[in-house]
């Protein structure tokens, strides 16, 4: 596994959603690596798209999505469940892509088809907002050897409310696996 370098995440937000399917999301800690294989993501487009958080403008919540590429925006949902997006394009941009279901490939235990179980089962939490995904305890990597992958795209999952961000079709998975969260 390679560990994907900065430049990855400094580029089109739709593009870097699309190409984190099939790659893998690393975290060590407690002793264990635990290792899931990204086959649904999101993309959010930066302040003008009405689905994303940075919508409400530069917050303290926000603000590492204003930040540079390649950092995890960790935040809570509901009260009890925290969803991990990767932040991408130039500094200022305020775009991201949330990962959405991961299957599980290593020391992963529960559900992942959900970003709330996902961040459950691989041990992510608020402690990790922020931290650089070029790193050696937290990052996202290539497998050695790629395969080729069919991808589908369907309307964000839970955004409504957005107007017509709702029916873009900015949610990508990998067709035909058993770990997506919805089809």
Known sequence: MQT????????????????LLGKYLVHVSDGAERIGRIVET???LGPHDLAAHSARGLTARTRVMFGPPG????????????????????EGHASAVLLR?????????????????LCQAMHIDKNLNAHDLV?????????????RIVLVKRPRIGVDYAQHWAK???????EGNPFVSKR
């Open 101 to 117: 279901a991961v299957e599980p490939i290593q020391n992963i235990e529960g559900r992942t088809q959900g970003p709330g179980l």
């Open 42 to 44: 999101e993309a959010y």
């Open 135 to 147: 790193s050696d305890d937290f990052f996202v990597a290539a497998p050695d050897r790629e395969e």
């Open 4 to 19: 994907l370098s900065r430049s990855f995440y400094d580029r089109d937000t739709i593009r870097v959603a699309q190409e």
């Open 71 to 90: 950092h995890a925006y960790v935040y809570m949902i509901y009260g009890m469940y925290y969803c991990m997006n990767v932040v991408t394009e130039r």
């Open 168 to 174: 873009r079709l900015l949610r990508f998975y990998i």
